[in-house]
């Protein structure tokens, strides 16, 4: 079975990276540097106690899985194949699920302090990269070469498992060989 990463992409042509997916990538920089500094701020905290020390770590390796599933999907922005596209998506989905589900918690009076830090930069800064990588000149981007942009639906189904081109919809062609081979003398 192939995958997306066997299908052309635009990368591989020559084609040119937006400018908005510049300023997406330049956003899940500040995103992994926010990641950055709560995992620095995890290591030189002191302890007093057990549970603080577990409280830490937890923060701490809470921290690193963030910023290396947003460092994962920063690299592979630039390269237009539909499963970088995807990545990212899932990637940001994941950060603005966990931080709204921490102040959710909190909100209710359950305290998860040593895990959720205050978020009210990395949500909205990746909600506007969710936002960007929905647009049609970026989703244009991604689409693979000689085949019709698929609709907004069928993106959006692509993030959670489903193909973005269905089997059997996408064929190469060299012109048009079909009327070529109609005309041919027998």
């Not at 940001?92 to 040593?114: N, Q, W």
């Not at 000689?146 to 081109?165: C, D, N, Q, R, V």
Request: proline letters at 6%.
């Amino acid at each position: 079975m192939a995958s997306d990463d066997d299908l052309p992409h635009r990368g591989s042509q020559g084609i040119s990276v937006p400018l908005l997916l510049i300023i997406g990538e330049v956003l899940l920089g500040l995103a992994i540097f926010r990641y950055t500094v709560c995992f620095l701020t995890g290591a030189v905290v002191g302890w007093y106690d057990t549970m603080e020390m577990i409280a830490s770590i937890s923060m701490m390796v809470f921290n690193l899985a963030m910023l290396l599933l947003t460092a994962d999907s920063i690299i592979g922005i630039a390269s237009a194949r539909p499963s970088s596209w995807r990545k990212v998506m899932r990637s940001s989905i994941i950060l603005v699920s966990i931080s709204l589900l921490y102040d959710f918690l909190e909100g209710i009076g359950i305290d998860y302090a040593f895990l959720a830090f205050q978020d009210y930069l990395i949500v909205p800064v990746v909600a506007v990269t969710i936002l960007i990588m929905m647009l049609p000149s970026v989703r244009r981007f991604y689409t693979p070469p000689l085949a019709e942009m698929p609709p907004l639906k069928s993106w959006i189904g692509y993030i959670f498992f489903w193909p973005l081109l269905p089997r059997g919809t996408y064929r190469f062609s060299k012109g048009d060989s079909a009327d070529k081979e109609e005309s041919a003398p027998e």
